[in-house]
């Protein structure tokens, strides 16, 4: 669809043409009575009738509607696919934002009948006998917990709370229940929710399509929350059914009442032990805490789902999750116009099994804690974003584990201690050894003081973490903005690196060796920074492919970028970083050497023996044998997507309706304001394409077949592969023999494009000819 605007002179004479019909079928009235238009508000109608008989309010209003359908149908007629008709008074964004009548989704009158009778509050429901406040059976019992598991399911994948917890009339008036099991678990299910907005909105990682906030506080506002006895009120009704249970003889359906309240007394304390982690003394103690409840959650839900049928069941053709206690439209007349108003409340088994799914994401992301420098951190978030889906909570309580606000670390560590312990992880710099000489001097400590406040000021490491919390689409949006804030903290991590060599030549020059030497020549920190600004770019372009941004004709530039430009400066980086911790390593050994022969006259002294065959710091050897893997994978895509693309079997746009280069440019525009890498414009990007299609397509095609044996080389060689490198190993595999084929003329004269499957890689797609 174009979206073009028609030629208003035919619609606007069939639009005359339709108010000519009507006013030939109301020749007998000349003009609409004021009760019968429905323009003026009703207190202004009862005052221009004045002395008019009284208005009957149970009555619908009477307007002068008028049945154009036929010739709205024909003036639609002259409209072709794709066009628009345009009115002065509406437009495109008088249609966006108008109400469709008669959708139910849309308009809040398509759930009602004229005779129904307005949906009960709680208060009315007890008058009316349609809920029970006391003596409720296992079977009812069963039923309502399953229905308000399955509320808080429907809530946490970004539904109203009104619309769905709140359509409980259970949970508007707790303390008015008689019954002491629905009672309590009934408050514990009003303190989770409060316990679990304090913890979605700490962590700051939510949007409006992932999770609404907001919802009719004056109903939670009723009764104060208490968050810290839920779990004693829970334990105490549990046991109580328990002792029940051990005065009957068929105990099957209290036991399961059991269960589900054992279960809620379970996730309610790991989710508040969450929330309580950024006051608590002993981070380990609370983990420790929190891995023991979700281990008995996670036993019971078999048992759970074992029982699900012996409670009462949702009734066929219904919107209530349960047949008792629930009012699905009592909040309906009370949410804006424009509010959604068609939802499905998840039904029982999908919803244990969101809970089960959530509860392994809770056990995975405990073990944040292990991670106590920045690139490891870093690692766990891209991995956790990628298993955590749309779960808001699961991504929440991750942050709410790993920083309590933007300046601590694992509860109490300082972000900027944190991040200097990182960079001595990462590539040791000599200046950050407390052991080392050259620690001690105070310039060299003002100059790292200096740099480590502005790199906390910026918040640019800080958000790079906080932006793995979001879901996949906004992870892209932020990191753009991200990117553009590299800039300035590798311009001071480049005059820091540089100060140190300045203050080493200093060094040498006064006789100082061993701090010259471990000054001299020191990129420590710039490597750190150009790494990190490496990988958000990458993930950046990358995962427009998980997005279905790309259009296939873009595939060649995307690809051409990390295989050409980013995926190198990584390996490089990582290299560096390999040689500098090897090369200091070296020169530690032979300090060594040198201490011990000089010790060693000395008497009564054993002189150290030298290890064999010491095994040298590689701890990127891994890393780097995958983006060298990917490297291969990029260059076998941009070749072969160069090859169809001269082969003629890549669809391009027509030459009237596009523009490679503002393409182009919008695609690598958050990298414009980099200085490293520097950005490339698209007539030098033109140039390299050019040079790369010059020879024939059937070399091409070999060209790509060599990248992509490259790649699988590479992958064959990794002892213990997890799932994603033997996917990559089944993509590089099949598109080696696809181009392998397409170079010996297979399907030559029948010019077809060839599908992108991405079902086994988010990034990398199979080629599949048809």
């Known amino acids: 669809m174009n979206g073009s605007v028609a030629d208003p002179a035919d619609f606007q004479a069939a639009t005359a043409a339709a108010a000519a019909a009507a006013r030939a079928s109301s020749s007998e009235q000349d003009e609409w009575s004021v009760g019968e238009c429905g323009f003026l508000d009703p207190e202004v109608q009862r005052t221009l009738r004045s002395g008019s008989a009284a208005e009957d309010i149970t009555q619908y209003p009477i307007h002068g509607w008028i049945d154009v359908t036929k010739e709205f149908h024909d003036a639609c007629t002259e409209l072709q696919p794709g066009e628009l008709?345009?009115?002065?008074?509406?437009?495109?964004?008088?249609?966006?934002?108008?109400?469709?009548?008669?959708?139910?989704?849309?308009?809040?009158?398509?759930?009602?009948?004229?005779?129904?009778?307005?949906?009960?509050?709680?208060?009315?429901?007890?008058?009316?006998?349609?809920?029970?406040l006391e003596d409720l059976t296992p079977s009812e019992l069963i039923g309502t917990f399953d229905a308000l598991f399955s509320c808080i399911v429907s809530w946490l994948e970004g539904n109203s709370m009104d619309q769905v917890l709140f359509t409980c009339l259970y949970l508007h008036a707790p303390s008015q229940i008689k019954d002491r099991a629905l009672r309590v678990f009934c408050t514990a299910v009003r303190n989770l929710i409060v316990v679990i907005k304090n913890i979605i909105s700490a962590a700051a990682v939510n949007e409006e399509e992932d999770f609404q906030l907001y919802g009719n506080s004056a109903l939670l506002a009723a009764e104060k929350a208490q968050p810290a006895t839920v779990y004693s009120a829970l334990k105490d009704v549990e046991d109580e059914v328990v002792r029940r249970c051990k005065k009957l003889t068929a105990t099957e359906d209290w036991?399961?009442?059991?269960?589900?309240?054992?279960?809620?007394?379970?996730?309610?304390?790991?989710?508040?032990?969450?929330?309580?982690?950024?006051?608590?003394?002993?981070?380990?103690?609370?983990?420790?805490?929190?891995?023991?409840?979700?281990?008995?959650?996670?036993?019971?839900?078999?048992?759970?789902?074992?029982?699900?049928?012996?409670?009462?069941?949702?009734?066929?053709?219904?919107?209530?999750?349960?047949?008792?206690?629930?009012?699905?439209?009592?909040?309906?007349?009370?949410?804006?116009?424009?509010?959604?108003?068609?939802?499905?409340?998840?039904?029982?088994?999908?919803?244990?099994?969101?809970?089960?799914?959530?509860?392994?994401?809770?056990?995975?992301?405990?073990?944040?804690?292990?991670?106590?420098?920045?690139?490891?951190?870093?690692n766990f978030f891209i991995e956790y974003s990628k298993k955590s889906g749309q779960c808001i909570l699961s991504r929440s309580v991750l942050q709410s584990l790993f920083s309590s606000n933007i300046r601590i670390v694992h509860g109490k560590l300082p972000m900027k201690q944190f991040l200097r312990h990182s960079v001595q992880i990462f590539n040791s710099p000599p200046v950050l050894n407390a052991k080392h000489p050259v620690a001690a001097d105070p310039k060299v400590q003002q100059h790292l003081e200096n740099f480590f406040r502005y790199c906390?000021?910026?918040?640019?490491?800080?958000?790079?973490?906080?932006?793995?919390?979001?879901?996949?689409?906004?992870?892209?949006?932020?990191?753009?903005?991200?990117?553009?804030?590299?800039?300035?903290?590798?311009?001071?991590?480049?005059?820091?690196?540089?100060?140190?060599?300045?203050?080493?030549?200093?060094?040498?020059?006064?006789?100082?060796?061993?701090?010259?030497?471990?000054?001299?020549?020191?990129?420590?920190?710039?490597?750190?920074?150009?790494?990190?600004?490496?990988?958000?770019?990458?993930?950046?372009?990358?995962?427009?492919?998980?997005?279905?941004?790309?259009?296939?004709?873009?595939?060649?530039?995307?690809?051409?970028?990390?295989?050409?430009?980013?995926?190198?400066?990584?390996?490089?980086?990582?290299?560096?970083?390999?040689?500098?911790?090897?090369?200091?390593?070296?020169?530690?050994?032979?300090?060594?050497?040198?201490?011990?022969?000089?010790?060693?006259?000395?008497?009564?002294?054993?002189?150290?023996?030298?290890?064999?065959?010491?095994?040298?710091?590689?701890?990127?050897?891994?890393?780097?044998?995958?983006?060298?893997?990917?490297?291969?994978?990029?260059?076998?895509?941009?070749?072969?997507?160069?090859?169809?693309?001269?082969?003629?079997?890549?669809?391009?746009?027509?030459?009237?309706?596009?523009?490679?280069?503002?393409?182009?440019?919008?695609?690598?525009?958050?990298?414009?304001?980099?200085?490293?890498?520097?950005?490339?414009?698209?007539?030098?990007?033109?140039?390299?394409?050019?040079?790369?299609?010059?020879?024939?397509?059937?070399?091409?095609?070999?060209?790509?077949?060599?990248?992509?044996?490259?790649?699988?080389?590479?992958?064959e060689s990794i002892q213990n592969p997890d799932q994603e490198m033997l996917d990559l190993l089944q993509i590089a595999r099949t598109n080696f023999v696809v181009m392998n084929v397409l170079a010996r003329g297979h399907q030559k004269e029948l010019k077809r494009q060839p599908e992108f499957d991405f079902s086994k890689h988010s990034y990398f797609p199979i080629i599949k000819l048809k």
């Open 255 to 378: 036991m399961a009442v059991v269960n589900r309240l054992r279960f809620m007394r379970n996730l309610f304390q790991v989710i508040y032990l969450v929330e309580q982690m950024a006051n608590a003394d002993a981070a380990d103690e609370s983990i420790n805490e929190i891995h023991k409840n979700l281990k008995v959650a996670m036993e019971l839900l078999p048992l759970i789902r074992k029982t699900m049928d012996r409670g009462i069941q949702p009734e066929k053709g219904s919107e209530a999750p349960n047949p008792m206690g629930f009012s699905p439209r009592i909040h309906d007349r009370s949410q804006p116009p424009a509010f959604p108003r068609s939802i499905k409340i998840r039904d029982r088994p999908a919803s244990y099994q969101f809970l089960e799914e959530m509860i392994s994401r809770f056990k995975y992301a405990c073990k944040v804690v292990k991670h106590k420098d920045y690139y490891s951190a870093l």
């Open 456 to 715: 906390i000021n910026m918040n640019t490491f800080t958000q790079f973490i906080r932006i793995c919390g979001f879901n996949r689409a906004r992870q892209r949006d932020k990191l753009a903005r991200l990117i553009e804030n590299f800039d300035t903290i590798q311009v001071d991590a480049a005059r820091l690196d540089s100060l140190m060599n300045q203050l080493a030549n200093e060094r040498a020059m006064e006789g100082n060796e061993s701090m010259a030497t471990a000054l001299k020549h020191s990129t420590h920190f710039s490597t750190w920074v150009l790494y990190n600004c490496f990988r958000a770019m990458l993930i950046f372009l990358m995962s427009g492919f998980e997005l279905e941004l790309y259009a296939v004709h873009e595939f060649l530039y995307i690809y051409w970028y990390p295989y050409e430009f980013l995926i190198g400066f990584l390996v490089s980086a990582l290299t560096r970083t390999e040689n500098i911790l090897l090369a200091q390593e070296e020169y530690a050994e032979h300090q060594s050497r040198l201490q011990s022969a000089g010790a060693g006259a000395a008497k009564n002294r054993k002189v150290a023996k030298p290890k064999k065959n010491k095994k040298q710091q590689r701890p990127y050897r891994g890393e780097i044998v995958y983006y060298h893997a990917l490297l291969s994978l990029c260059g076998g895509m941009y070749k072969a997507m160069g090859a169809l693309t001269k082969d003629g079997r890549v669809r391009l746009p027509l030459s009237q309706f596009d523009n490679e280069e503002i393409r182009y440019n919008r695609r690598f525009l958050p990298f414009a304001t980099l200085t490293s890498p520097p950005p490339v414009s698209y007539p030098e990007f033109r140039n390299i394409r050019e040079h790369m299609m010059e020879p024939s397509v059937e070399d091409l095609y070999t060209y790509a077949g060599k990248h992509f044996n490259q790649a699988r080389n590479v992958l």
């Open 85 to 132: 008709a345009q009115d002065m008074l509406f437009g495109l964004f008088e249609a966006m934002s108008a109400i469709e009548i008669m959708d139910p989704k849309m308009d809040v009158g398509m759930g009602f009948d004229k005779q129904d009778l307005p949906p009960p509050s709680f208060e009315a429901a007890i008058a009316t006998g349609a809920i029970k």
